[in-house]
């Protein structure tokens, strides 16, 4: 695991610098002209996801390493994938912008609160020396002020960075492949086995979490194009943070497993999930 735990963090850093790289002031100040969409949203990915990932880890009964693994992918915020393709699919990228954001940047919160809270409740011990205090101040260095970074080389070059926005979000997307590549690398003799015993459980999580927010989102919000946003926000989630998250709290590679295999299958369901949209509308 010694290529992943020194990876991922740089990785996860510049993966946020680029996020930092894509906000303005605006992308939260908008929350305020159109709340209601964006605590559809947002209660959708920080309360019933984790709570849909907790269902499907009791009722597949996973063992303990892989239904935490799950939680953790659960409680990741959305990443920069789920604003490019909400774009792709003509939802409201705004929104998407907004929410992940938003969910990145209190993620150092939610994201030690989740997964401690739910170690406990499958009975995993945890070191004492790992404190949910301490997780939060790791992931601010990586997380959060490689965010506020990027938002402030933002606007002192507007223009220099808004024309170059798209190869930024390229080199994340790569950045993020990296990081699986590794993994894949270092694990190659036991990943089928984690796949197998992790694959039906995350497939179940992403689809029923992307088919449950559209249609809370259709219920409750103001239009098609943030009902597509929220459904992808929720089944699109940072894959890279998920990991440095396993390798803070945990020794084992097993508890990476769900997030390794949640990252490759939510991109198939995600453009299957588009396709069906533009097909139905």
Same mark, same amino acid.
């Given at each position: 695991m010694e290529i992943v735990t020194k990876i991922a963090p740089i990785v996860l850093a510049l993966i946020m610098l680029g996020l930092g790289l894509g906000l303005s002031v605006k992308d939260f100040t908008r929350i305020l002209r159109n709340p209601k969409d964006f605590f559809v949203g947002f209660f959708s990915q920080l309360v019933i996801l984790p709570i849909v990932a907790l269902g499907v880890a009791l009722i597949l009964n996973l063992p303990t390493a892989l239904a935490i693994g799950l939680m953790i992918i659960a409680a990741a915020p959305g990443g920069v994938t789920s604003n490019v393709l909400t774009k792709f699919a003509n939802g409201d990228v705004a929104l998407s912008?907004?929410?992940?954001?938003?969910?990145?940047?209190?993620?150092?919160?939610?994201?030690?609160?989740?997964? +401690?809270?739910?170690?406990?409740?499958?009975?995993?011990?945890?070191?004492?020396?790992?404190?949910?205090?301490?997780?939060?101040?790791?992931?601010?260095?990586?997380?959060?002020?490689?965010?506020?970074?990027?938002?402030?080389?933002?606007?002192?070059?507007?223009?220099?960075?808004?024309?170059?926005?798209?190869?930024?979000?390229?080199?994340?997307?790569?950045?993020?492949? +990296?990081?699986?590549?590794?993994?894949?690398?270092?694990?190659?003799?036991?990943?089928?086995?984690?796949?197998?015993?992790?694959?039906?459980?995350?497939? +179940?999580?992403?689809?029923?979490?992307?088919?449950?927010?559209?249609?809370?989102?259709?219920?409750?919000?103001?239009?098609?194009?943030?009902?597509?946003?929220?459904?992808l926000e929720c089944g699109l989630q940072n894959g890279t943070l998920a990991v440095f998250v396993a390798t803070l709290i945990f020794d084992d590679i097993v508890y990476m497993i769900p997030t390794g295999a949640y990252a490759l299958l939510m991109y198939i369901t995600g453009f299957i999930f588009i396709y069906i949209l533009r097909k139905s509308n």
């Open positions: 912008i907004s929410l992940t954001a938003v969910t990145s940047l209190i993620s150092i919160v939610s994201v030690p609160f989740i997964v +401690i809270t739910s170690a406990n409740f499958f009975g995993e011990t945890i070191s004492k020396e790992i404190s949910m205090f301490g997780i939060a101040m790791k992931m601010a260095l990586v997380v959060t002020i490689p965010v506020i970074i990027g938002m402030i080389i933002r606007a002192f070059a507007e223009n220099f960075i808004s024309s170059k926005i798209n190869i930024i979000n390229k080199l994340t997307g790569w950045l993020f492949v +990296i990081v699986f590549i590794a993994i894949w690398i270092e694990e190659k003799d036991n990943i089928f086995n984690y796949l197998a015993q992790a694959g039906l459980a995350v497939l +179940i999580l992403n689809i029923v979490m992307m088919i449950l927010a559209y249609f809370l989102a259709k219920k409750f919000v103001t239009g098609i194009p943030q009902q597509k946003c929220i459904a």
